[in-house]
């Protein structure tokens, strides 16, 4: 294969011969691969470039062409293995500079324009924007729209609205509407800003469920339908036999090797507060009433830890505002539940709910956790200096630096601030040092739940009084 089969304008010594078949740009790392067109069978090429994405990870572009039938094609694929849990991404686009952000989607996501329940289905991958995405959805509708005028006026005159809509979005005359790309792999991504504020820009990570495991080919025992060797929902616990402050192990499913594992749970009860339940997931190997694939500490080291709270739902949502004066109040006890949303003015932070899920820490914990979690999400490992790569702009650069400066400040005791939570299921909490006199730094008010929030959390679908009837009925 000569170079001039990569790019016609590079000199012969530009390219280095890996494999019969293979060649890469040594200045590039554009690799070159002769392959089979699956549209004429004759021989093509796919090229091949590894490529960091800033705020994300590491991706693959593919690209084939075929010079006999001249068919094209293109995808991006993870350089990475599947995430320990699924994420899912969520966008209100405002204005032309939301159109422009990057997205990227596996082919076994779903990106969805929620404003009109629309969703491009899986099977698909692709490294574009929003406007990108938009774009093609319209595409691939309005093609279609003579075959269905002639067969199913109905579904033609029902979808004219809808692609009306979807140009108008992605020629940016429609604003504001919302996105959100799901994917079970955790490899899909919206790109984020700094200006993002509040219920704009939202990344939740969920446990895969046991048939999302199956279908990425990740657990699975065909024959018996069990996973792993772990018989799902095998121990149970009833809630009247679990004693404050006893660890229980229980037997589960590794999120991340699939392989069997142990959940730790402990209840604890908080002082002036409510009982809540610790659950740790370590897998390491360890041998659980004789089960386990795996030898002693043969695991794949993944680790991870929640809190839940029980009881009922409050009628409405608490509101807890803390000032932090002195090193003093950064040991204060914090828990923050998975619905809860922080926030800090002092520190420039907004943390949405779901992306940390729960913790029981303190406010120094808290803190350290999140700059950890930001610093590994925008650097690499090997990024000492935190340089961002050549790819991330200047502007963005600076902003990063303050942020991260700041918050070293406050996590020694250096800055004061001033940190709120905001929780609709009231489920949140922040020590009290002066109990049971009111403690001047603390600030707690009850709030009532939006239709938004009402929405979110499945209120609005729940029924408690009268299902028996319904039950009945049918």
């Known amino acids: ?5 990569t790019d016609t304008n590079a000199p012969q010594s530009q390219f280095q011969k890996i494999g019969d078949l293979v060649e890469q740009d040594e200045d590039t790392g554009l690799m070159s691969v002769e392959s089979l067109c699956m549209n004429c069978h004759e021989s093509g090429t796919t090229r091949l470039l590894l490529l960091k994405v800033p705020f994300f990870r590491d991706v693959i572009l593919e690209s084939f062409e075929c010079p006999h039938c001249y068919f094209k094609d293109n995808s991006v694929k993870s350089a990475g293995q599947i995430q320990e849990k699924g994420s899912k991404y969520t966008l209100v686009v405002e204005n032309e500079d939301d159109l422009q952000r990057q997205v990227i989607r596996s082919d076994v996501s779903i990106f969805k324009v929620e404003t009109l329940g629309i969703e491009m289905p899986k099977g698909e991958s692709q490294l574009t924007n929003i406007e990108g995405v938009i774009t093609r959805i319209h595409d691939s509708l309005a093609n279609e729209q003579p075959l269905r005028k002639a067969q199913a006026p109905e579904l033609h005159d029902a979808l004219e609205p809808l692609i ?12 504001p509407f919302t996105v959100s ?11 984020p800003n700094t200006t993002d504020r509040g219920s704009k820009y ?6 895969r469920t046991a048939e999302q495991n199956e279908e990425l080919g990740l657990a699975s025992d065909p024959e018996t339908g069990e996973h792993k060797g772990v018989p799902m929902g095998e121990t149970e616990l009833d809630e009247s036999e679990i004693v404050d402050g006893q660890v229980y192990t ?5 999120p991340a090797c699939t392989k069997p594992c142990v959940v730790n749970m402990k209840k604890v009860h908080i002082p002036h507060f409510k009982e809540v339940f610790i659950w740790s997931t370590v897998c390491d190997g360890t041998v659980v009433d004789g089960q386990t694939g795996q030898g002693e500490g043969e695991g794949c080291g993944y680790k991870s830890n929640e809190v839940k709270t029980g009881g009922e739902i409050p009628e409405k949502g608490k509101r807890i505002t803390l000032k932090v004066e002195n090193i003093v109040d950064l040991s204060r006890d914090i828990l923050k539940s998975d619905t809860c949303a922080l926030s800090s003015q002092e520190l420039e932070l907004e943390v949405q709910p779901g992306t940390l899920g729960g913790r029981f820490t303190t406010i120094e914990g808290l803190l350290t956790e999140i700059k950890e979690q930001l610093s590994s999400n925008l650097y690499d490992i090997e990024d000492v200096n935190h340089s961002g790569g050549d790819s991330m702009v200047s502007s963005d650069k600076q902003k990063w630096d303050r942020f991260f400066a700041n918050l070293d400040s406050a996590i020694s005791g250096e800055l004061k601030f001033t940190i709120t939570l905001e929780d609709p299921l009231a ?3 922040v020590q009290d040092l002066c109990s049971p006199a009111a403690d001047p730094q603390i600030t707690i008010e009850d709030y009532t739940r939006t239709d938004e929030e009402e929405d979110d959390l499945g209120l609005k679908d ?3 009084e009268g299902y028996e009837e319904e039950e009945q009925k049918s």
């Open 462 to 464: 729940m029924k408690t």
């Open 164 to 175: 009306q809509k979807l140009k108008e979005m992605s020629e940016g005359n429609r604003f």
């Open 181 to 191: 790309v799901d994917d079970p792999t955790g490899n899909s991504w919206i790109a």
């Open 202 to 207: 939202r990344r939740v990570e969920y446990p």
């Open 427 to 429: 489920n949140s909490y």
């Open 250 to 254: 229980l037997p589960a499913q590794c």
């Open 1 to 5: 294969m000569s170079a001039d089969a």
